[in-house]
T-cell receptor, first 113, second 116 residues
């Protein structure tokens, strides 16, 4: 079955620094979504990438979809304490039954002030 | 705040109890989902309803029984659960496209279930 892997599992970042989390799929994806879940909260949609090589920015967050549509990355610049949480990617496989999304294991981000 | 409302927020039940989790959305979404999330793990898909019909059952044990009475409501009936079923149960909805992408998932705040 489809597998979506994220690295790193944990990310300790000094406030003000940049970091990147990576998402890799074992199969070609039709699209990939990113979600953020604050501690004690629920996942909140951040973005969806559909096109090969697509890059989208949201303020300090930059999302990329690989040329082969099998990997994606999230880069955060000038990390703030509000960035604390777990970032999940979720991939949807081409012609997957029921358009099922498969979540990666998540990257848990801790920010040191 | 979320536009998907889940009740109850917390539930403690014994292994012989019967209880239900409820989910409601009024965004006109025609796909609704139940996910199970254990601590420090990603959400794990359980069921998908599309246009009020069950379209995906991820081999979930029969002690979990979903129901979609109408396009706005989704229930999860619980019976004879085990302690390992303790988790956060998340409901989500999305605009359903018959062909192509699912679109973003709108999650509720979840029902935290403890089975004693």
């Amino acid at each position: 079955g489809q597998q979506v892997m994220q690295i790193p599992q944990y990310q300790h970042v000094q406030e003000g620094e940049d970091f990147t989390t990576y998402c890799n799929s074992s199969t070609t994806l039709s699209n990939i979504q990113w979600y953020k879940q604050r501690p004690g909260g629920h996942p909140v949609f951040l973005i969806q990438l559909v096109k090969s090589g697509e890059v989208k920015k949201q303020k300090r967050l930059t999302f990329q979809f690989g040329e082969a549509k099998k990997n994606s990355s999230l880069h955060i610049t000038a990390t703030q304490t509000t960035d604390v949480g777990t970032y999940f990617c979720a991939g949807q496989r081409l012609k997957a039954a029921g358009n099922k999304l498969t979540f990666g294991g998540g990257t848990r981000v801790l920010v040191k002030p | 705040d979320t536009e998907v409302t889940q009740t109850p927020k917390h539930l403690v039940m014994g292994m012989t109890n019967k209880k239900s989790l409820k989910c409601e959305q009024h965004m006109g979404h025609r796909a609704m989902y139940w996910y199970k999330q254990k601590a420090k793990k990603p959400p794990e898909l359980m069921f998908v309803y599309s246009y009020e019909k069950l379209s995906i059952n991820e081999s979930v044990p029969s002690r979990f029984s979903p129901e979609c009475p109408n396009s706005s409501l989704l229930n999860l009936h619980l019976h004879a659960l085990q302690p390992e079923d303790s988790a956060l149960y998340l409901c989500a909805s999305s605009l359903r496209r018959l062909a192509g992408h699912t679109g973003e998932l709108f999650f509720g705040e979840g029902s935290r279930l403890t089975v004693l």
